[in-house]
């Protein structure tokens, strides 16, 4: 599986984004998403996650309320739907695709090239 991760930019505190991230490969719909997130000098982060089947779905709770994410897989497309950015949201931001439901890096097998999300007060 190949990932593709789009849809960063710079945007104000309080804006909208949303991130795509678009899978190659005829399994993708048996795999379980996650995005993460890597802010300037910090290590990456868990953000969400959604399962293959039934789309659960879980989130860090510095994001929680604020942020959705939802897959298309007949388009083979997951995405992060984020409202109410704050400018500690600023980070790359990275999908992932693994079979097991995790929020640990260790879990996803493939990895996007990450995208940036820039939130400027």
């Known amino acids: 599986v190949q990932l593709q991760a789009s849809g960063g930019g710079l945007v104000q505190a309080g804006d909208s984004l949303r991130l795509s991230c678009a899978a190659s490969?005829?399994?993708?719909?048996?795999?379980?998403m996650g995005w993460f997130r890597q802010a300037p000098g910090k290590e990456r982060e868990f953000v969400s996650r959604?399962?293959?089947?039934?789309?659960?779905?879980y989130y860090a709770d510095s994001v929680k309320g604020r942020f959705t994410i939802s897959r298309d897989n007949t388009k083979n497309t997951v995405y992060l739907q984020m409202n109410s950015l704050k400018p500690e949201d600023t980070a790359v931001y990275y999908c992932?695709?693994?079979?097991?439901?995790?929020?640990?890096?260790?879990?996803?097998?493939?990895w996007g090239q990450g995208t940036l999300v820039t939130v400027s007060s």
């Open positions: 490969g005829r399994t993708f719909s048996t795999y379980h």
């Open positions: 959604i399962t293959w089947s039934v789309g659960s779905t």
């Open positions: 992932a695709a693994g079979t097991v439901i995790t929020t640990t890096e260790a879990g996803y097998h493939y």
